[in-house]
Structure formats: C-alpha cells, structure tokens
C-alpha cells in the first residue's frame, strides 16, 4: 500500500534551493512513497482568538496533514532558527487543543543552507517543536545540506553522485522509519 507523505517546504522564495532539494529528495525516493506539497505561506497568523470560527486555510491545512501518513521538512534556516512562516504553520497545526494533527506522526527533517554549517540551527529548532508536539522525527540519518546552492545545475537537478546516495538512504531510512512506527 502507498504511503501518503505530506511535504513541507520552509521557503517561501520561488526559486528556494530548499524546494529543489524537496523534490531531489521525494525523486530519490523508494517505490510506494507519494508525495503531496502542502504550502504553508498563505496561512494566516496563528491567534487562538480565532479557534472557534477558523480561517479556511487553517481548515484545509490541517485537512491535508491528517490525511497524511507521514511529513516530510525541507526547510532553510532563518536567525538560527526556523523560518517564521514554518513555525506559524506548526502552531496552527497544533491546535485547537487535544486535536492537533502532529500528534505520533512520523516525520524527517532535512536543512539545507548556502553555508557549511546546513541548518543546524533550524533543525534542531524544528525537532525541538516535533518532540514536544509527539511527532515522531526521525532520529538517524539527520540531514544538514551545506553548499545548498552548488549541488544544482541550472535546470535545478543534483549532480553530485555522493549527494545523491546520501538523500537515497535518508528517504530509504524514512520508508523504513514510518513502517516501523505504522
Ligand atoms: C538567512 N540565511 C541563513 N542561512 C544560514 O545558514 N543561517 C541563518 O541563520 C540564516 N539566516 C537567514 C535569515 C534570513 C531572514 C534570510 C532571508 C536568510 C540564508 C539562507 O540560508 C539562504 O537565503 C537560503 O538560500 C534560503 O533557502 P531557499 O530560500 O533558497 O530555500
């Protein structure tokens, strides 16, 4: 049977390296993953004020997380940390409270970032919100891209072959991850 793996990518740029890298990685994936974009930049801010008479995009954003059986991160690091518009889409995905749709869902975190470093910062932010959530990220592998920009040809496709095994076992290790937790 198919898994359904939501995809978040934490740039809203239209030319993100990170959304490339989100495509590499559902490109390299195992037979039997299906992979659903689900856009974060249209949601509004999150205020509880709002709990009982939500804004559509709220609705439809957690709609399309339930449905999932897994979710993907790409995201970048902002300020050593995530970006603004990732952290508003986890909170609106965390409530209202006792219903939020993050809860025992597994996930993988991949950072990718133009300096060596790749995300640390954002990742470990990211997951610090997921375990608390009781999503499930995956511990191993743990993906820092560095030198984001420089793994892409000017058609957007990766073309270092070490890269490429690297994100093949990462989404490898995510199949076997969420069996293990399904
Ligand atoms: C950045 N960038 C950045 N990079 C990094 O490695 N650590 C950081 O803390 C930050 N901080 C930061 C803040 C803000 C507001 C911006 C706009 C950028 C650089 C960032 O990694 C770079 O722009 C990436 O290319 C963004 O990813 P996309 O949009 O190409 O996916």
């Known amino acids: 049977m198919s898994k359904h793996i ?3 990518v934490g740039s809203l740029r239209e030319g993100s390296d990170n959304r490339k890298l989100a495509q590499t990685l559902a490109g390299l994936a195992p ?3 299906e992979f659903t974009f689900v856009g ?4 509004p801010l999150y205020n509880p004020d ?17 449905r999932a059986d897994a979710v993907l991160f790409v995201t970048p690091e902002y300020n050593r940390s995530v970006p603004a518009s990732l952290k508003n889409a986890i909170d609106v995905g965390s409530r209202p409270y006792g219903e939020s749709v993050w809860d025992g869902k597994p996930t993988a975190i991949a950072t990718g970032s133009p300096s060596g470093i790749g995300g ?3 990742n470990h932010h990211l997951r610090q919100s997921l375990v608390f959530l009781n999503a499930a990220p995956m511990q191993q592998p743990e993906a820092y891209i560095g030198r984001l920009a420089e793994l892409f040809d000017d058609s957007g496709n990766l073309t270092n072959a070490d890269t490429k ?16 937790l399904s």
């Open 6 to 8: 939501a995809v978040i």
């Open 31 to 33: 037979e039997g993953m």
């Open 40 to 43: 974060t930049g249209a949601l």
């Open 50 to 66: 709002f709990d009982e008479n939500p804004p559509e995009e709220w609705t439809a954003f957690r709609n399309a997380l339930s």
């Open 120 to 122: 640390f910062g954002a």
């Open 165 to 180: 095994a690297f994100l093949s076992n990462f989404m490898a290790s995510f199949d076997a991850w969420i069996d293990k």
